[in-house]
């Protein structure tokens, strides 16, 4: 959830959720805040603001479904989706706030450097919705309260094993860092936030590379 924190905002978590997520997060010797119960009163100055922003990049499909489930549950504030890849939205974020932009009340993202970098930036507010604290384990949330996993998305390293040995396949990213991978290395373009993942595998073989 954006900074400059709304009640239509605070309410719009309890929806939406705050992120999508993987792996264990940040510690911090600070207590996550308390969690957040929806009041009459909360629900009231909400509708006063009117609507929320929602920046997500799951499918748009359901990305209307869980609108319209929120806008039922709480008429008389609009969730306005919009749409695209999660890098798409990471650059578009980091554009407006330069620019002194606010648009976005919620953010979905499914890479979780993009909410460490945005809690490292001071652009996330701290809120835990209700279901969040009680349901959620300690894996799956920030321990400060500015984010929680709804989606993962694993992102693995593979490696043509026509090329590569298994015992000298790379174990982690940093592994990656070793000059003998230079020029070997292949990945999609952050732009399409891995849409096109299965060309890139494809002209990977095609050319002979290992591809990661």
């Given at each position: 959830m954006m900074s400059k924190l709304g009640r239509r905002r605070m309410l719009a978590t309890t929806a939406v959720a705050a992120a999508g997520a993987t792996g264990s997060f940040i510690t911090s010797a600070h207590a996550a805040p308390e969690a957040q119960k929806i009041t009459p009163e909360l629900i009231a100055a909400a509708k006063k603001e009117g609507k929320v922003t929602w920046y997500t990049s799951v499918d748009l499909?359901?990305?209307?479904?869980?609108?319209?489930?929120?806008?039922?549950?709480?008429?008389?504030?609009?969730?306005?989706?919009?749409?695209?890849?999660?890098?798409?939205?990471?650059?578009?974020?980091?554009?407006?706030?330069?620019?002194?932009?606010?648009?976005?009340?919620?953010?979905?993202?499914?890479d979780a450097a993009h909410l460490i970098i945005w809690k490292r930036e001071s652009l996330l507010a701290a809120y835990v919705p209700e279901d969040v604290a009680r349901d959620f384990p300690a894996?799956?949330?920030d321990p400060d309260g500015m984010f929680a996993s709804w989606r993962v998305t694993v992102c693995p390293i593979a490696y043509n094993t026509k090329l590569v040995k298994a015992e000298d396949a790379p174990k982690s990213y940093a592994d990656l860092l070793d000059p003998k991978w230079s020029?070997?290395?292949?990945?999609?373009?952050?732009?399409?936030?891995?849409?096109?993942?299965?060309?890139?595998?494809?002209?990977?073989?095609?050319?002979?590379w290992p591809w990661f």
């Open positions: 499909v359901l990305a209307e479904k869980v609108a319209k489930a929120f806008e039922a549950k709480y008429p008389g504030v609009s969730l306005r989706v919009e749409r695209s890849g999660a890098e798409r939205n990471f650059q578009r974020i980091g554009q407006e706030y330069a620019s002194k932009i606010y648009n976005c009340d919620v953010v979905n993202s499914s894996l799956h949330k020029g070997k290395i292949v990945k999609a373009h952050p732009g399409y936030s891995g849409t096109i993942m299965t060309a890139t595998q494809q002209m990977s073989r095609d050319l002979g």
